[in-house]
């Protein structure tokens, strides 16, 4: 299926999915689109939850990368593994240093919503089993961040 915003993106079965390249981020993310079914099109809100992203971005970019820090050092830092796998990491220039862009996920369960949510997640090379990586995800709904977590906050 070809998207008015989107562009060329497949079903595989849960969402429809393509890449995007994001003006806050020097890398592309896998984009999901999530749909009950192939019947299912991208709808007009889940393009608005896109936009209402894309326009604050930029603004967003600081707080985001501040947070992801202080999730990292509150929260991840120590919690399992060898102490030597953690890396010192006090800004945002360091943390960009240790994470990549995974996926940007517009979910189709906040559809009803004025605005829904949009999760950015991020894989982290303090994990070293992609398979088994947890990353770093963030939710921003209505051109706010609402949390910071892992990436499971997105599934």
Known sequence: MKDELFGELEFDGFSWNGNIKTLIFDDEFALIIQAE?????VTDAQRAVYRAFADNAQQ???????????FYNDE??????????WADIDTPEQLLEHIKPDAL????????????????????DWEEDEAEQNGIAVEIANG?????NTSD???
Do not use: H, R, W
Request: hydrophobic share 40%.
């Open 37 to 41: 079914d192939e019947s299912q099109t």
């Open 60 to 70: 967003l970019l600081p707080q985001m990368l501040d947070g992801m820090v202080e």
């Open 76 to 85: 991840l830092k120590y919690s399992y593994g060898e102490n030597d796998m």
């Open 105 to 124: 996920i517009v979910p189709y369960d906040n559809i009803a919503e004025d605005f829904g949510s949009i999760y950015l997640t991020f894989l982290c």
């Open 144 to 148: 706010e961040i609402e949390q910071i």
């Open 153 to 155: 906050i997105a599934f």
